[in-house]
């Protein structure tokens, strides 16, 4: 939904800048021979050649477009070349690419507050650099412009496009008796022709841009005139560029909401929107969307510029169109495997060069049954901790089908393994990793950790631990930079729980020795040995402290844990509030332990043996209130705790660890539905003074929640 933001006063500079037929270019970069011919990126796939995703603009001018595939842009244009996207796993790799826009976002980033919008486009907030531009050297102060400034499109200008269009934008840029905002956006023009000079020289791409007094204005002026320009909207050309421009156009007006102004109001272009009073728009639309309608109409747009060059997800997907359709869970299986490889890789990699971790693991999938009523019912969505490690995210991840697919088939019994039919296809899938943040600094409690630690410890984690503690403390921002390969949705980031703790709880500390053998990749090793050690650190400012403290002497050498001094202050009180917040906002009756009660004697639990780490991490997460309430949580399956044995005190302890934390959420109406025989030491338990530290060997609950065979 469109949010409606005014404008600050001060006149503001913001540019947009976006590659040039970005694939294209990027494979003209690598096979230079390329350079100059018709040209264009195609997804690979048998089926009539694939689909082109970026058209060169050489071909461009053959008439082919992107909508084409591969053999239709070959009848157009005989001799282009068509060029694969490079593929891995099965599946597109878009790295190369990935890896190119930030090449660009680099050189963008260094005269103002950066956005990486997309993997191709910026915005760009250039105040403060056309203001310091103005007071030392201003335009008409220059002997000579730069000949790229100079091919600037000035919307508005008099005889822009001709023969002398050159002289005319050197005296638009240079006037000195304009207002100060106009003499403001000419030194944005400046900056960005620089900027875009500079991309090419260091990276060889070329890029287009639009400069204006806000976002939307920008980018709407960025892809007026393409390739390699720039086009300048000053405040008298904004009303001009909007009158005709066509309504479907305008970002977030290409969905519903730009039909409804069609059909139903006969608004085809902005400028038609000019004839609605604000009153009127908010009667129609709501007073949010009605306000921002009535200021689109008039160029207004407060967005704000976000410092943020890196993604707020990752994710990975693919589609499986018409026959291809995944009809077996093993199939699925297969892709999802590949899936979280590659998003593992990607995490991982996030992990060594930003230092940040994600937090929460998203399955989305498109599905339909063959013989149902509901055929267009959706597959849910399901969410847990995101644990590192690919094996881990690919158990994690099938969890999540599984328990989507009950849901979608709304049915109890449902065969989810093995390559029986079930009468559902699957078209689509996905996993993503949001609630991303950088690891915290302010304590160096991971450094003291690893400090001696050398059998864990190689050169290269070496270097990540110190990355650790240098890291920021707090997130580098709060929008998404949508991944094109990704089908999911953005989630949102909040800053408010700018906290490791929640995350770190979906790691399982049992594992982090096997971990190390069993991982391939040296970060996600680290990492889940650094965040059970921070783990250990912080928990002791929200809970008791033993607890958490005391599984230190099990998958690790023995050691003083203390909350370190160095732990930021503040970033406890915020920790604290959090947890309060969350207490407060928490719907009991949802609490995933209350599901895990409740499925406990359900007909509805899986006969499936499901992993029990991702209950535990997702019951952990729960119970500690981290993604829960938002958090489409994987139903708890029974056989989670099942497979315990009482020989196995440890990992009895470690889960009880979880539940500490919030034992005193359960709902006692939940309690009242057990068996006599363990509703009084759950009670101890709920009890917080009276609350064991250890489950003891001969726990009653223990041989609850044993399978019958051990009971
Ligand atoms: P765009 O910026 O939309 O297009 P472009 O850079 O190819 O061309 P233009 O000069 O017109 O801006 O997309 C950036 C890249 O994203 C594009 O090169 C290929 C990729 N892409 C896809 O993979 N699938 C898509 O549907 C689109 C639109 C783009």
């Known amino acids: 939904m469109p949010v409606a933001r005014p404008e600050s006063a001060d006149a503001r500079i913001i540019a947009h800048v976006d590659m040039d037929c970005f694939y294209v270019q990027v ?87 950066c956005e990486r919008a997309s993997i191709d486009e910026v915005y760009l907030d250039l105040t403060d650099a056309a203001k310091a531009m103005l007071a030392e050297t201003p335009p008409e102060s220059l002997e000579a412009v730069d000949e790229e400034a100079l091919k600037s499109h000035i919307l508005g200008l008099k005889n822009e496009n001709g023969s002398d269009s050159k ?41 287009s841009a639009g400069v204006a007094h806000n976002k939307m204005l920008a980018k709407l002026a960025s892809a007026l005139n393409k390739p390699a320009q720039q086009t300048v909207v000053p405040f008298s050309s904004v009303k001009g560029l909007l009158e005709s421009l066509p309504v479907k156009k305008m970002k977030q007006l290409g969905g519903k909401l730009g039909t409804s102004l069609q059909n139903e109001l006969g608004v085809n272009t902005v400028g038609d929107l000019l004839n609605f ?98 055929s267009f019912k959706k597959f849910p969505s399901k969410s847990c901790p995101l644990r590192y490690g690919a094996v881990k995210m690919q158990e994690d991840a099938f969890n999540l089908f599984q328990a989507g697919l009950r849901e979608y088939l709304g049915s109890c019994i449902v065969r989810t393994e093995g390559t029986h039919y079930n009468g559902w296809r699957i078209t689509a899938i996905s996993i993503s990793a949001s609630k991303i943040m950088p690891i915290l600094s302010g304590t160096c ?35 998404n930079y949508s991944e094109l390969n990704s089908i999911e949705p953005q989630i949102e980031f909040s800053a408010e729980e700018a906290t490791i703790r929640d995350s770190v709880s979906g790691f399982n500390q049992q594992e982090v020795k096997t971990n190390t053998r069993k991982e391939q990749n040296s970060s996600c090793a680290i990492l889940n ?55 407060a906002s928490k719907d009991k009756g949802k609490s995933s332990i209350l599901n895990f009660f409740k499925s406990r004697n359900t007909p509805c ?7 029990d780490e991702t209950i535990q991490n997702a019951k952990a997460s729960s119970s500690l209130g981290g993604c829960g309430a938002e958090l489409n949580q994987v139903e708890l399956p029974k056989e989670s705790f099942f497979e315990e044995s009482t020989t196995n005190i440890e990992q ?40 064991p530290n250890l489950v003891k060997p001969g726990s009653i609950i223990t041989h609850y929640f044993l399978p019958s065979k051990n009971r």
Request: net charge neutral; with cysteine.
């Open 277 to 374: 009073s604000e009153d009127k728009l908010q009667e129609l639309y709501g007073v949010n969307t009605g306000t921002w309608l009535w200021n689109i109409a008039r160029g207004i747009n407060g967005e704000e510029v976000q410092a943020r060059l890196l993604p707020k997800s990752h994710g990975s997907g693919k589609s499986f169109p018409g026959p291809r359709a995944l009809k077996t869970a093993d199939s699925v299986k297969h892709w999802l495997n590949q899936l979280c490889e590659e998003l593992n890789e990607r995490l991982c990699s996030d992990l060594e060069q930003n230092k940040r971790i994600a937090r929460t693991l998203t399955l989305h999938a498109s599905a339909f049954k063959s013989s149902s009523s509901d």
């Open 27 to 113: 494979e003209q970069r690598r096979q230079p021979e390329l350079r100059g011919l018709p040209t264009a990126v195609v997804q690979y796939n048998e089926w009539k050649g694939g689909a082109l995703i970026a058209v060169g603009y050489e071909a461009r001018n053959f008439g082919v477009n992107r909508h084409m595939r591969g053999h239709e842009a070959k009848e157009t244009c005989p001799q282009i070349n068509l060029v694969q996207v490079p593929v891995a796993r099965g599946k597109a790799d878009l790295s190369t690419y990935r890896n190119a826009g930030s090449e660009v976002v680099s050189i963008l980033s260094r005269k103002g507050r």
């Open 652 to 691: 009895n302890q470690q889960r009880r660890e979880a539940w500490n934390y919030r034992i005193e959420d359960i709902d006692p109406s939940v309690i009242d539905e057990l068996p006599p025989e363990i509703q009084n030491e759950i009670r101890a338990w709920v009890r917080p003074n009276k609350r």
């Open 605 to 611: 639990s899986p006969c499936t043996q499901e992993h």
């Open 445 to 479: 409690s991971i450094m003291k950790y690893f400090h001696g630690q050398d059998k864990y410890v190689s050169s290269s984690k070496k270097d990540e631990i110190n990355f650790i503690q240098d890291a920021p403390l707090s997130p580098s921002g709060s929008e």
């Open 529 to 583: 040995e650094a965040t059970d050690s921070f783990t250990r650190e912080t928990s002791p400012s929200l809970s008791s402290g033993t607890a958490s403290c005391s599984v230190l002497n099990r998958s690790m050498p023995p050691r003083e844990v203390h909350l370190d001094d160095s732990l930021d202050k503040s970033m406890i009180v915020n920790l604290k509030q959090q947890e309060q917040k969350r207490n």
């Open 167 to 207: 002289a005319n934008v050197r005296e638009w840029l240079c006037k000195s008796d304009t207002d100060h905002r106009e003499k403001l956006l000419a030194c944005g023009a400046l900056i960005v022709s620089e900027l875009r000079m500079q991309v090419l020289k260091e990276t060889e791409f070329t890029c």
